[in-house]
């Protein structure tokens, strides 16, 4: 059973920077590969980015990508997702996830998740 807990988030204006990490403890990390999700408000759950197990592969959304950066740091159990020039439309409820597959778009074959951290962009 593994548990994670995100950390990180919080209200930031357009432009601005915001690292999440999602902190892993009950298993062996390294079997596991991390996604993460958001949930803007009255909207549904989206993809965000995935990072394999070694962290020598991530994938990221059309709508992140070449702003956000997925890393890992396996000593410490924990995934980072470096947040860059933000948007308004980038708020949401930010989650991670947990497989020991190849990680993934599709949030049902995640087994694990953390609670969410808010993330809030100020226009």
């Known amino acids: 059973q593994v548990q994670l807990v995100e950390s990180g988030g919080g209200l930031v204006q357009a432009g601005g920077s915001l690292r999440l990490s999602c902190a892993a403890s009950?298993?062996?990390?390294?079997?596991?590969?991390v996604g993460w999700f958001r949930r803007p408000p009255g909207k549904n759950r989206e993809f965000v980015g995935h990072?394999?197990?070694?962290?020598?592969?991530?994938v990221y959304a059309d709508s992140v990508k070449g702003r956000f950066t997925l890393s890992r740091d396996n000593a410490k159990n924990t995934v980072y997702l470096q947040m860059n020039n933000l948007k308004p439309e980038d708020t949401a409820v930010y989650y991670c996830a947990a497989n020991q597959g190849s990680g993934g778009d599709w949030a049902p074959a995640y087994d694990y998740w953390g609670q969410g951290t808010q993330v809030t962009v100020s226009s």
């Open positions: 990072i394999n197990q070694s962290g020598t592969s991530s």
């Open positions: 009950g298993g062996t990390f390294t079997n596991y590969a």
